[in-house]
Each structure stands twice: as structure tokens, then as C-alpha cells.
């Protein structure tokens, strides 16, 4: 008798169970829509910064920058033999 009541299960653990698992489906599907949005976010971030180095790189090919002008080189004076 002793070892029957141990192994029964009562109606409360099914309801326990139930709720415990719903809550855990909860929050899975909680966390599968966070990770979404979170993806979703990165995508548009890549996008946009991609159009911006896009219309940069097409800028600099359109206007491409001075060649700086290049000093001529100074010739050392040599010292004079004495």
C-alpha cells in the first residue's frame, strides 16, 4: 500500500505538468519571435550600411581625389673637400 501511493500519480502533478510545459511552449515561442526581430533588425542595419558604402564607392569612382602635389627633392650641398 505504502509503495502504491508513492507511484500514483495525482490529478495536481498532471495539472503542474500541463501548466509547466504550456508555460515552456510560451516561452519558446516568446523567444523564436525576439530572435526573429532581432534578425529582421540586423538585416535592415547590413542593408542600409551597404547602400551607404555602395553610393560612397560610386562617389569616389565619379570624383576621384588630387594626386598631391610632389615636392621635388632637395639636393644636399656637399661639403666642399679641404
Known amino acids: 500500500m505504502l509503495n502504491k501511493s508513492i507511484n500514483a500519480s495525482s ?3 498532471a495539472g503542474a505538468k500541463l501548466k509547466r510545459r504550456q508555460d515552456q511552449a510560451r516561452d519558446g515561442l516568446k ?3 525576439e530572435y526573429e526581430a ?3 533588425s540586423m538585416r535592415a542595419k547590413t542593408a ?3 547602400a551607404l558604402r555602395l553610393a560612397k564607392e560610386a562617389e569616389d569612382a565619379a ?3 588630387a594626386e598631391p602635389a610632389v615636392k621635388p627633392k632637395s639636393k644636399k650641398k656637399k661639403k666642399a673637400a679641404p
Open 38 to 40: 532581432a534578425a529582421i
Open 63 to 65: 570624383n576621384p581625389p
Open 31 to 33: 523567444a523564436a519571435a
Open 48 to 50: 542600409k550600411l551597404r
Open 11 to 13: 490529478p495536481n502533478d
